[in-house]
């Protein structure tokens, strides 16, 4: 409240300057400026991705309709639209001013899922939706864009003239109350923001299985081999110059998720055991948001088996995959 009502009171005053002070003339341009810092410091919602295909329901009737049933399994609707990228990762966020509900799906994760795992991580997503997990509500996710966005537009610039260095003195400080604040109010949500990691799990087990969600937790464990392999054959790509590397990058990629989920499949158990065990003495976790992967891997674990609510075989599972892989392709 304190982040949004400091834009507000500079609206206001900016208005109140323009309105009631033409009588010296200065005081209109002073409202000016705070009207323009007021609209730069603005919320923001947020915007579709760019770089990669975004799918709606008629682009991909099958995934659309795995999607709702996820959804209702784990207590809440399906999503908008459904951006595709090549990441090793998936989330999911609002957009534009009504809050549309967005699926980010990176391949490179999705492709080295076995199926009921899809579904887990399908469940997990759709359950930050479904828990109110606070750093995604409107009030909470605005405040730290705004923040994020109020140190980024008072960083130092590099000084080549007298008003850059003026710029870094006088934006020194604000920069420090605004980073301050983002700290804090991180901090203050980090726990929430964890809670919500642990019910969405509980959401990937009942739409995928407890089974299908552990399996899940541990892929994200290897998730850096994939990033390793998929620089790999990039670069390889790019080697080849000419038609005949043309070709070649065209051929690379039709077999490129095929050759990425072999790459997964030869990882022995013993190798992912040894990984379990070395996640647990370093702490490993998604990022600073999630807790750690062996805790939440015990959650599951210790909560009586969940039977998959949502079913997921081979021909839904190629219609899926042919409605992703071909607008990715395109």
Do not use: K
């Not at 009502?5 to 209109?28: D, K």
């Not at 391949?107 to 199926?115: A, H, R, S, Y």
Request: glycine share 10%; aromatic share 4%; charged share 20%.
């Amino acid at each position: 409240m304190l982040v949004h009502g400091f834009t507000a009171a500079l609206l206001v005053a900016g208005l109140l300057l323009i309105v009631l002070g033409w009588e010296t003339g200065i005081e209109p341009v002073e409202g000016l400026v705070l009207l323009a810092v007021a609209v730069a410091l603005r919320p923001r919602p947020g915007r579709l991705p760019d770089g990669g295909p975004v799918l709606r329901r008629p682009d991909a009737p099958e995934l659309f309709a795995l999607i709702d049933e996820v959804a209702a399994v784990t207590g809440t609707t399906g999503v908008h639209a459904v951006a595709v990228s090549g990441d090793v990762n998936a989330a999911v966020t609002t957009y534009g001013i009504r809050r549309r509900r967005l699926l980010i799906l990176g391949l490179g994760l999705w492709e080295v899922l076995e199926p009921q795992e899809r579904v887990a991580l399908l469940g997990h997503e759709l359950g930050h939706f479904a828990n109110g997990d606070l750093r995604h509500g409107a009030l909470t996710h605005g405040a730290l864009r705004s923040l994020a966005l109020w140190v980024t537009a008072l960083a130092p610039s590099r000084a080549t003239t007298v008003w850059d260095t003026l710029f870094n003195i006088v934006g020194h400080l604000p920069r420090c109350a605004a980073y301050g604040l983002l700290l804090l109010l991180d901090r203050l949500t980090l726990r929430a923001s964890q809670r919500a990691e642990y019910q969405a799990d509980l959401g990937a087990a009942r739409a995928g299985s407890t089974a299908g969600a552990v399996g899940l937790m541990d892929r994200l464990l290897v998730s850096g081999s994939v990033e390793v392999e998929l620089r790999r054959e990039s670069v390889a790509a790019q080697m080849t110059g000419g038609r005949a590397g043309h070709a070649a990058r065209e051929a690379a990629e039709q077999g490129l998720w095929e050759r990425i989920a072999a790459h997964l499949a030869s990882v022995p158990e013993h190798e992912y055991e040894r990984l379990r065990r070395v996640a647990a003495l370093r702490g490993h976790s998604v990022d600073d948001t999630h807790p750690p992967t062996h805790l939440r891997r015990q959650c599951l674990e210790r909560r009586a088996p969940e039977r998959a609510r949502v079913g997921y075989d081979g021909r839904r599972a190629a219609a899926v995959a042919r409605e992703v892989i071909r607008h990715h392709a395109g």
